[in-house]
């Protein structure tokens, strides 16, 4: 690759285009770098990047590279020992971290670019030299207040100074005499220090040093005496201040050296990351697609379009002369057996277009560029990429044109490193015809026979005639209107081409005379061949006719095979409706179904659940009106005179005996001693219930059977009541121990005989003497199985909860 080659192919406007899509300075110094690759494997890589670029646009979509500072004269200076970076530098340190990191991490995330996030992956996170420098430098670029404490003390002592000093510098502005001695009734300052405006005719009136006069010599400058010393101060203060700010930027520059060398990977990486996106922003306005790197020598480019001539190109460039319009794509193929292909056509129909389309793409692929063609193109990696086109006539080499493309084609078969690619532009031309062209078939013959991939243009009918008859050599022409005999600009390959130099002169306004006159000219060979090439152009023109016609047809047919196609899709789109529709129909008849029998099964539970309820309340009521009859059982025989007689004949010598009548002394009822236990346990009925008590609590009041009747008796003689049973809370708040305890052994009892299973007792927090005292009054108690301090919603440790035996 040369210079002159990208020049005559234009590249460097699609690489300045290329770096102006760059956001950084670092991005767009790569790019300005870019040279194709000669390596196919490096090739295949940059363009594998370029892919992976256009999909991080989609997701996580273009990062702002355009934010990032640029590091390249900050990170060198940090480095030296012992300097300090300015404020502002420091913050755009910062600004880099923070917008590094970010970018970083977004990439990193990213699906689809495993590369580039993988590479994204690598930026350091240097968030904590980035807080350090927010939370030290303010966004006006000042050292804060509190960077330091020994900052904030000397900035509160500077501010206590000043206060006192304008207190001083107040009394004199505010004097009787300061009318008459001062210019101004202000407060300024001269060389560091704070001064007043004193008329120079009053000069000597006010003690004081004199730091020199106006520019009018109407007014001094004067320090009062009582300010010296506070201006003394305020100096000395403000040089500590500055030397406390020094060492602060000093130790935060000292951070940045630490890290230089990953700040700078990072720059290197956000470089890259940057330059790749540049290439895929690229890409996407020229709506191009990754080429094919291939390893033979074979070129197929479909749809191929010149980047300059794209509209959104040449805006972007600023070249609105080149905006009419979208080019027209060519389909270019040659390499294989056949290396070398030979252009005709008309002037003006896109032969030189074609050229240097051809040359552009194949330098973008080795830049790692994606091309302006269609999917799959294929490209092979060049050593060499020569272009001779246009007028390169140097008056200052004294060289004409015709001189100047010989000196370019000797350059290249001096310069050939195979595989090369050979683009030449009107071969052999400039000269004399009869030896032009034969010179043009020996050139090509020359680079085909090198192995070099040749592609040329030509008016020369010897060229075209070699091109027909030489194995390895095909052709192409571009072709017109032949009834108007404007340009399509449109390749055919395979075919050669007229040039139409008397048709375009006549289309063009040269007199018909001088047209008719050089028609006569021609020779009868040539005239007979002009003749039949027309013959051959209008049958060609024929037949493109009838393939327009019959594509005509075919995109009629096909259209129509579509609209049926529709049709079908919309019949089918139709019954699948209705069939959703009885399906939803169907579901919504089901779970009304289902509704109605969950409903059902509902009021079944529901049922039941009354059913249980009333039952368990007719066995409450059952238990409640067994307790009831007890204790009016107990209450009958206690006020009874026969049970009277019966204490009073208490024989407390008598030992316990089944059958024998005893009363239980903690309780006070009389039972009827059913059982002795081994554990020195009894059991009793007492009003047709059965309870268990230790047999040391039982005194004898009669010998079995002389009160079981009379007992019985009054178990029944009253009806039984709802309402005597026991509570299931007992509250001792503001009573004392003494007190207490006797109402929570008759509760116990209560509980006991009414089957409560659980009995809350509510002594309140206090001192704890009442809590400590019930829970020894449980320990052993025969009704209590377990106890315990209330829990959240119980009352806490104001409560305990007292478990009851069965």
């Known amino acids: 690759m040369n210079g002159n080659t990208f020049r005559t192919l234009e590249f460097d406007s699609v690489r300045a285009l290329l770096v102006s899509l760059a956001g950084s300075a670092p991005g767009r110094a790569r790019l300005e770098r870019l040279q194709p690759a000669t390596d196919p494997a490096t090739v295949r890589d940059a363009l594998a990047l370029t892919s992976e670029a256009a999909v991080l646009l989609d997701a996580p979509g273009r990062q702002p590279y355009h934010d990032l500072p640029d590091l390249g004269e900050i990170l060198p200076q940090a480095r030296a020992a012992g300097a300090h970076l300015d404020p502002q530098a420091l913050r755009q340190v910062a600004s880099f971290i923070e917008g590094a990191t970010e970018i970083g991490r977004r990439v990193a995330r990213a699906s689809g670019a495993p590369r580039l996030s993988r590479r994204a992956s690598e930026v350091r996170d240097l968030g904590d030299v980035a807080a350090a420098i927010r939370r030290a430098i303010l966004p006006t670029g000042e050292v804060a207040d509190d960077a330091s404490p020994r900052l904030a003390e000397l900035r509160r002592a500077l501010a206590r100074l000043r206060v006192q000093l304008h207190s001083v510098m107040e009394g004199y502005l505010r004097g009787k005499d300061a009318e008459r001695l001062l210019q101004d009734r202000i407060v300024t300052t001269r060389n560091d220090r704070y001064v007043l405006l004193l008329r120079a005719d009053q000069r000597g009136q006010l003690p004081g040093v004199i730091h020199g006069a106006s520019s009018s010599g109407q007014s001094l400058f004067l320090e ?149 063609a269609g999917p799959g193109s294929r490209l092979p990696v060049f050593r060499r990429i020569f272009a001779d086109i246009g007028d390169d006539q140097s008056i200052a080499a004294n060289l004409s044109t015709f001189s100047a493309h010989l000196a370019a084609i000797g350059e290249m078969t001096r310069d050939l490193a195979l595989p090369a690619l050979v683009l030449l532009d009107e071969v052999g031309g400039g000269t004399d015809p009869r030896e032009g062209g034969p010179l043009g078939v020996a050139i090509v013959e020359h680079f085909r026979k090198a192995g070099a991939m040749a592609v040329a243009t030509t008016h020369d009918g010897l060229l075209k005639a070699w091109a027909q008859s030489t194995p390895g050599v095909s052709c192409a022409s571009f072709g017109y209107d032949p009834e108007t005999y404007a340009p399509t600009y449109r390749l055919t390959l395979g075919e050669p081409g007229r040039s139409l130099a008397l048709e375009m002169a006549e289309r063009l306004g040269l007199p018909l005379a001088v047209v008719q006159d050089a028609r006569a000219r021609l020779s009868d060979s040539e005239a007979q061949a002009e003749v039949l090439l027309r013959k051959l152009d209008q049958e ?61 099964v509902q009021e079944a539970v529901r049922r039941v659940e009354a059913s249980q309820k009333a039952a368990a309340r007719a066995g409450d009521q059952a238990r409640t009106e067994a307790v009831a009859a007890i204790r009016r059982a107990q209450e009958e025989i206690l006020h009874d005179p026969a049970l009277g007689q019966a204490r009073e004949a208490e024989q407390p010598s008598l030992p316990v005996a089944v059958g024998a009548r005893a009363r239980v002394q903690s309780l006070g009822i009389v039972g009827e001693v059913l ?86 007792v509510v002594h309140g927090f206090g001192e704890g003497k009442l809590r400590r005292a019930v829970a020894d009054f449980l320990k052993g108690h025969p009704h209590v199985a377990a106890w315990r301090l209330g829990g959240a919603g119980e009352g806490g440790a104001g409560a305990t909860i007292v478990e009851l035996r069965d």
């Open 224 to 372: 009062p005496l009582p300010a010296v010393e506070l201006n003394n101060d305020i100096v000395a203060l403000a040089d500590r201040e500055q030397q406390e700010v020094v060492r602060i930027l000093t130790e935060l520059t000292g951070r940045i050296g630490a890290r230089a060398g990953e700040l700078e990977q990072a720059v290197a990486i956000l470089a890259e990351l940057d330059a790749a996106q540049a290439r895929a922003l690229l890409a996407r306005l020229m709506r191009a697609t990754c080429p094919e790197v291939t390893a033979a020598p074979e070129i197929e480019l479909y749809d191929a379009r010149h980047p300059l001539l794209m509209p959104g190109v040449c805006e972007a460039l600023a070249m609105p002369e080149r905006t009419r319009g979208e080019p027209v794509p060519v389909t270019l193929r040659l390499g294989g057996s056949q290396p070398v292909l030979i252009v005709s056509g008309p002037n003006t129909g896109g032969k030189t277009v074609a050229l240097k389309t051809l040359g552009l793409l194949a330098l973008m692929a080795q830049c790692g560029l994606h091309v302006p």
């Open 540 to 600: 060609r023109a024929r037949q493109e006719r009838e393939r327009a016609a019959l594509e005509d047809e075919r995109r009629a047919l096909a259209e129509a095979l579509e609209r049926q196609r529709e049709e079908s899709r919309e019949i089918l789109a139709q019954k699948r409706r209705e069939s959703e529709a009885f399906l939803k129909d169907l579901r919504r008849r089901g779970e009304e179904a289902a509704r109605q029998a969950a409903l059902a």
């Open 675 to 760: 059982s002795l236990g081994a554990h020195g346990e009894a059991e009793l009925a007492v009003g047709g219930k059965r309870m268990r008590v230790p047999q040391a609590e039982l005194t004898v009041v009669g010998a079995p059977g002389r009160v079981a009747a009379r007992a019985s008796h009054l178990t029944l003689a009253r009806p039984a009541r709802s309402d005597m049973a026991a509570p299931a809370e007992l509250r001792l708040i503001g009573l004392r121990v003494d007190e207490a305890l006797p109402l929570l052994d008759k509760a116990l009892d209560d509980a006991s005989l009414s089957e409560r299973r659980e009995l809350r």
